[in-house]
């Protein structure tokens, strides 16, 4: 009995995005459908790259196809991305940047900075394109955790303006005041100098084409925060927290601000760094330093997703010092950071299906 593209299609109708919670067909996720004969090929397009569903989608296909449309059938399935965008169409500023992610903490010492360097050098492994702006403009540390900086941006012309062209390593591209003062001296600005120069980061930079821009944001709540959120929609955000009552007491206030009703950017969860320690010669063991579960607390009390718990590890510490993240490395602490990009890039997807886009914060001075 030959194999008609109906009856392929309504087997895939059966299959859902196990988070958007919509079959395939119907999310526009089947692409390029061949048959020829008892040969059956398409293409899956995922959210993103770091889908970590990937094989459950492929199998549900192959499962549904082999069920209702014949057994005897060759299935041929190829697997791509298309990472949907939380901003509106049509932004003046980095337009062609889909994803503006603000990585926040409450306190300073939590290891935001790391959290934000492995972060961006996972997603790039799934094969995102990846920015970060390191905005913490008093303590840029994103040149050290790279192992740039001596670097300096170039500039491009583009019409009568001069742009920074963003440094790339390890698939990231990046900007830090760093790159652009002596690496011994010390920015002695007003708060006004240092949101100017998070806005010369947005908009006198050739970006290019983005999937994800994460912006490391300075600890507490800041003229660098309210600077982002009036300059760019941000799609949305993630709070860094240690364990401890001291640090979750200043992440609520983090979390708070993005919740206010006039900044109103979504919270996609909460990553709890340092969570426990195993010791190299017993690896079976682990040791909550900071406390147990602190972080995986407070995401269930307001009710946001727990991204991930980092362990505390010398590996972390001496890659980041080495400027050569862990996350680039096997192993237990690397494979914590790939499920960190994952679990965050499923968020997004799932928040740009649900929420309409977020929009620039419009304040009165």
């Known amino acids: 009995m030959s194999v008609t593209r109906e009856a392929v299609i309504d087997a895939l109708k059966t299959v859902e995005d196990p988070d958007l919670k919509q079959d395939l067909v119907t999310l526009n996720m089947i692409d390029d459908l061949q048959i020829d004969d008892q040969n059956i090929s398409f293409t ?25 449309v014949s057994e005897d059938v060759a299935i041929d399935i190829k697997m791509t991305s298309n990472v949907t965008s939380g901003r509106p169409d049509n932004t003046p500023l980095l337009p062609e ?24 050098v996972s997603l790039a492994k799934a094969g995102a394109s990846v920015g970060l702006i390191d905005a ?55 708060g006004p100098m240092a949101s100017s120069a998070l806005k010369q980061f947005i908009s006198d930079a050739n970006w290019g084409t983005l999937d994800y821009l994460l912006v490391d944001l300075p600890p507490g709540t800041s003229d660098i925060h309210l600077t982002l959120v009036q300059s760019v929609p941000v799609t949305g955000a993630i709070i860094v927290t240690t364990p401890q009552r001291v640090a979750l007491a200043d992440a609520s206030k983090g979390l708070a601000m993005f919740k206010q009703a006039n900044i109103n950017v979504p919270v996609l969860g909460i990553v709890e760094n340092m969570a426990y320690f195993i010791p190299p010669d017993n690896p079976e063991r682990k040791y909550f330093i900071f406390g147990e579960d602190g972080g995986k607390r407070f995401a269930a009390k307001h009710q946001v997703p727990l991204l991930a718990q980092i362990p505390i590890e010398q ?14 490395k096997p192993g237990k602490t690397g494979a914590a950071f790939q499920n960190l990009a994952e679990n965050l890039a499923r968020e997004i997807a799932v928040r740009n299906a649900n929420l309409p886009n977020t929009k620039k914060v419009e304040m009165n001075p």
């Open 44 to 68: 899956v397009v995922l959210t993103t790259p770091a889908c970590p569903l990937k094989e459950i989608i492929r199998n549900s296909c192959l499962d549904a196809i082999h069920k209702l």
């Open 97 to 120: 940047v889909k994803n503006i992610i603000a990585v926040a903490s409450g306190k300073g010492g939590v290891g935001k900075s790391t959290i934000s360097a492995n972060l961006a």
């Open 136 to 190: 913490d403009i008093f303590g840029p540390s994103i040149p050290t955790m790279f192992n740039c900086v001596h670097e300096q941006p170039a500039l491009v012309k583009e019409g009568e303006k001069n742009l920074i062209v963003p440094i790339e390593q390890y698939g990231v591209k990046l900007l830090s005041i760093g790159f652009l003062t002596p690496e011994d001296s010390a920015v002695i600005w007003r």
């Open 315 to 328: 590996s972390v510490r001496s890659s980041g010092d080495e400027g050569h993240p862990v996350a680039l």
